[in-house]
């Protein structure tokens, strides 16, 4: 939702910080005294819920930031973030963040982020009701693709470091239902996948797949 220009400024704001694949980047419950924006790579914003179950939330890319909603109420960080691919992020002080937007005049367009999230996150737990599971499976794979800066209606893309209990969190479903729904799009020639690997090798097809109700 930033321009170009705003988010190279913000970018300047504070010293760059790698992560491994799998490293918690925000733990849930930390006090929001900062937040990251994210230059390189693909991270899952998931919650632990009380008794140990774990609900997905969303993936996120290059250009986005995370843990922004902690950083402007001032309370302790209601999601976790984790990299799933080696990324790279500019770490924000959380009161230079905010004089940052309220100097430039970027309140509106935070604002018009966060309500594009909710209505996401609305969306997604309508599919996860109304969709079959090649669909979602589908769609999740799409949303992966763009994130990975791979979008044309040509493959491969290869996407790194995801493992299907994660694709499976995604959709909604158990791990066995999500190896079901990728062997589907195997024999239809749409993917192929190894440990933690999954080839998207038509974009195109994919996307049929996704708008199709299977």
């Not at 066995?176 to 192929?192: C, K």
Request: hydrophobic share 40%; aromatic share 4%; charged share 25%.
């Amino acid at each position: 939702m930033l321009s170009e220009e705003a988010w190279r400024e913000l970018r300047a704001q504070g010293p760059s910080r790698r992560f491994r694949e799998r490293d918690v980047m925000l733990r849930q419950g930390s006090p929001g005294t900062y937040l990251l924006a994210l230059t390189d790579g693909i991270a899952k914003v998931i919650c632990r819920e009380t008794g140990g179950a774990v609900t997905w939330l969303a993936f996120r890319g290059p250009g986005d930031l995370l843990g922004e909603v902690s950083v402007f109420h001032g309370t302790a960080r209601t999601a976790e973030v984790v990299a799933l691919t080696p990324c790279t992020a500019v770490v924000l002080d959380a009161r230079r963040f905010r004089r940052f937007v309220e100097e430039r005049g970027l309140v509106m367009d935070l604002m018009r982020q966060a309500l594009t999230r909710l209505r996401e996150s609305d969306t997604h737990r309508t599919e996860l009701l109304t969709l079959p599971l090649t669909t979602r499976l589908a769609r999740a794979l799409l949303r992966l693709a763009e994130l990975s800066g791979c979008g044309a209606d040509s493959g491969p893309v290869r996407l790194n470091g995801l493992a299907q209990e994660e694709v499976a969190q995604a959709i909604g479903v158990s791990r066995n239902a999500a190896t079901t729904g990728l062997q589907r799009l195997r024999e239809a020639g749409v993917v192929e996948t190894a440990r933690k690997v999954i080839v998207i090798k038509d974009v195109g097809t994919l996307r049929r797949w996704a708008s199709a109700e299977r």
